[in-house]
């Protein structure tokens, strides 16, 4: 089951985007690098609550 998840800006702490992941396949936090427009830059967002 796919379950949903918003990802955040490491360098702003804005939450920018909403998506789901497999919790078998990541069961652990999930860090992507994403497009912040908050920082107008390409930055690492981390998964949040």
Do not use: G, S
């Not at 990802?7 to 860090?31: F, G, I, S, V």
């Not at 690098?33 to 949040?48: A, I, N, Q």
């Amino acid at each position: 089951m796919r379950t949903k998840i918003t990802l955040a800006c490491t360098e702003c702490k804005q939450r920018n985007y909403n998506t789901t992941k497999d919790k078998k396949t990541h069961p652990d936090r999930m860090e992507i690098k994403k497009y912040c427009r908050f920082c107008r830059t390409h930055t690492v967002h981390k998964e949040t609550k």
